[in-house]
T-cell receptor, first 114, second 112 residues
C-alpha cells in the first residue's frame, strides 16, 4: 500500500457535467501529480502541484483544473465532460530523494462519461 | 524523458521461465528510470527503479539494466510465477522533471 488514497473509486457522469476527484497524498510528500490513463494505454500527465501551486502541466485543455490544500491533499476538476474523458484518473504523491523524484500512485478513480 | 518506447506489448511465458521487457528513451539528460506493475483494477505500483549512475540493480527475482549510451533500459524477471501476471510500465522523467513519461505497457501472462 502506498498511502495514497483517492475518492471516489468509480463515477458515472453525463456529457457536459462537471466532476471533482479527490486525493490524499502519502505522509511527508508535498507534491501531487494527476494522470489520465485510457484503456490499454500508459498514464498521461495532466498536471503537478507543489506547495499549493501548479508546477507543470501536460497537454490537457483548461477545463482540467486542480487544487492542492495546505495538508497537501488535492482535487482534480473537469468541466464540460466529454465522452473521451472516460478513463482511470490516477493521483501520485512524490518525494525527492537523492536528486530524483519517486512517485507513488493511488488506486485511481474510474470515470465513465455517458 | 519526452518519449519512451516499450517492447513487447504482450509477453506470454511458462511458470519458471524468465521475462524481459525493453524500453528506450529520447532525452539523454534523464537520470531516473522506474518500473511499475499494474494489476487489474489497481493503480501502478513502483517495483524497482534505477538511477543513471549505475548500470544494474537487482531485487530478488527482478533486475533492471541501463545502457546510457544506447538510451535503453530493461526489466528482467527470473523464475516467473503466476502472480507476476500484470501490465508492466517503464517510465522516465520529462525534461522539466515535473512528470513521468510512460511507455505503453507490456501485458505479461505467466501460465502454470
Amino acid at each position: 500500500e502506498t498511502g495514497v488514497t483517492q475518492s471516489p473509486t468509480h463515477l458515472i457522469k453525463t456529457r457536459g457535467q462537471q466532476v471533482t476527484l479527490r486525493c490524499s497524498s502519502q505522509s511527508g510528500h508535498n507534491t501531487v501529480s494527476w494522470y489520465q490513463q485510457a484503456l490499454g494505454q500508459g498514464p498521461q500527465f495532466i498536471f503537478q502541484y507543489y506547495r499549493e501551486e501548479e508546477n507543470g502541466r501536460g497537454n490537457f485543455p483548461p477545463r482540467f483544473s486542480g487544487l492542492q490544500f495546505p495538508n497537501y491533499s488535492s482535487e482534480l476538476n473537469v468541466n464540460a465532460l466529454e465522452l473521451d474523458d472516460s478513463a482511470l484518473y490516477l493521483c501520485a504523491s512524490s518525494r525527492t530523494q537523492g536528486g530524483v523524484t519517486e512517485a507513488f500512485f493511488g488506486q485511481g478513480t474510474r470515470l465513465t462519461v455517458v | 524523458g519526452e518519449n519512451v518506447e516499450q517492447h513487447p506489448s504482450t509477453l506470454s511465458v511458462q511458470e519458471g521461465d524468465s521475462a524481459v521487457i525493453k524500453c528506450t528513451y529520447s532525452d539523454s539528460a534523464s537520470n531516473y528510470f522506474p518500473w511499475y506493475k499494474q494489476e487489474l483494477g489497481k493503480g501502478p505500483q513502483l517495483i524497482i527503479d534505477i538511477r543513471s549512475n549505475v548500470g544494474e540493480k537487482k531485487d530478488q527475482r527482478i533486475a533492471v539494466t541501463l545502457n546510457k549510451t544506447a538510451k535503453h533500459f530493461s526489466l528482467h524477471i527470473t523464475e516467473t510465477q503466476p502472480e507476476d501476471s500484470a501490465v508492466y510500465f517503464c517510465a522516465a522523467p520529462n525534461q522539466a522533471g515535473t512528470a513521468l513519461i510512460f511507455g505503453k505497457g507490456t501485458t505479461l501472462s505467466v501460465s502454470s
